[in-house]
């Protein structure tokens, strides 16, 4: 019988990790695993889990230490309970490690383990607090943040990578990337600087608007494409005021957050991520596997993905000097671009798929299941009891 998974995740806004949780859920179902979701919202995501067989529970999960959420904590347990009990469940996967506490103890009442993703880099403070070294295991999305685990305390027999995995896009016709270029403003020819983000400090954006004029100081017609939700409007009165001083406001283009970011990518002739802190960025995977170019800091998992110097350049973080010269060499040679574009695409076709990362943390569920002694209520049935 292929394990049946309850995968839990303490949704927001639907960024990042809530994508990555939606495409492995698809992705890993061929594999031979059964999934179960839990849904916030009645919406088209649901629809569309539902529409190809996977089981979704409609259960929005409360903050863990979060006072104002606490009464509903014994409510949802109560109801993923009778989930579990109804349906069977095996493990229990945990999408983010802020819910953990809420997984192991829902795992726990099952009699089934509990794993969880680890998409950050995290030292031993929420490695306490949030209960992960009593999980029974641990995914980091890569090397930096398995070693950031281990660092902080948890068994390194607890502690597996799998890298994340994205989808590889059909490389946009000419038209259709002249076409989108042409609608942001300026002229088509225009070299355009580009980045898929949440505008938030740790991201880096500071550090993008002052290595903006030393960019158009050696390519005048260069712009800025910023793509992203602004989820604190105090920061983004910030950065627009910093490129007025800077002189590089009308140089700036914000399009808000988008649905269909390989479009944007397209429109990009280099992708630049100067983050201060890291997992491993869905947002570089995704510039890869359009064929962009990246730029990228030394930070977590960044330079796990791009190959300085062969699929972009990697930058020490909070330097805009080093990330502007870096953008200029790119942006001034074409035939550079163009190579490091290519290369890209084929890491990502090579280690960063989706069929990777479900095959790997399959291997991760079985590799946990195969270790633990069967508890007598895991996976039972209404009728079994």
Request: proline residues 8%; positive net charge.
């Amino acid at each position: 019988m292929p394990p049946r998974v309850l995968y839990l995740h303490e949704f927001g806004r639907l960024g990042g990790a809530e994508q990555a949780l939606l495409r492995l859920v698809e992705a890993i179902r061929p594999t031979g695993v059964e999934p179960l979701v839990v849904w916030p919202r009645n919406d088209a995501i649901l629809a569309r889990l539902s529409s190809q067989g996977i089981r979704v529970v409609r259960l929005k999960l409360p903050r863990w230490r979060h006072g104002l959420s606490l009464p509903l904590l014994a409510v949802c347990l109560l109801r993923l309970r009778h989930v579990l009990c109804r349906g069977g469940v095996d493990l229990v996967h945990v999408n983010n490690y802020r819910s953990a506490p809420f997984g192991r103890l829902l795992a726990r009442r099952a009699g089934v383990p509990c794993v969880s993703t680890v998409r950050e880099t995290i030292g031993p403070e929420k490695v306490r607090q949030h209960g992960l070294r009593r999980l029974d295991a641990l995914v980091a999305v890569c090397d930096s943040v398995a070693r950031a685990l281990v660092d902080a305390g948890v068994p390194r027999d607890r502690v597996g990578t799998v890298r994340s995995g994205v989808l590889i896009p059909p490389m946009p016709t000419a038209s259709a990337r002249r076409a989108l270029r042409e609608s942001l403003g300026g002229a088509a020819e225009d070299p355009v600087v580009g980045i898929v983000a949440h505008i938030l400090p740790h991201k880096g954006f500071d550090d993008l608007i002052q290595a903006l004029p030393l960019i158009v100081r050696q390519i005048p017609r260069a712009r800025c494409l910023v793509v992203g939700e602004a989820p604190r409007r105090k920061y983004l009165r910030h950065l627009v005021d910093l490129a007025e001083r800077f002189g590089v406001g009308d140089r700036l283009i914000w399009v808000g957050a988008q649905e269909d970011v390989p479009r944007f990518l397209a429109a990009m002739d280099l992708f630049v991520l100067p983050s201060h802190t890291e997992g491993l960025p869905l947002t570089v995977l995704e510039a890869m596997a359009a064929g962009r170019p990246v730029i990228g800091t030394a930070v977590g998992g960044i330079p796990e993905a791009v190959r300085h110097g062969e699929t972009g350049f990697v930058v020490p973080p909070r330097d805009p000097r080093r990330l502007a010269q870096a953008a200029v060499d790119v942006l001034a040679n074409p035939a550079l671009a163009k190579s490091m574009g290519e290369a890209g695409r084929a890491t990502v076709r090579e280690a960063f798929t989706l069929d990777r990362e479900a095959r790997q943390t399959r291997a991760q569920y079985c590799r946990v299941l195969e270790s633990r002694p069967l508890s007598p209520t895991a996976g039972a049935t209404e009728a079994d009891r």
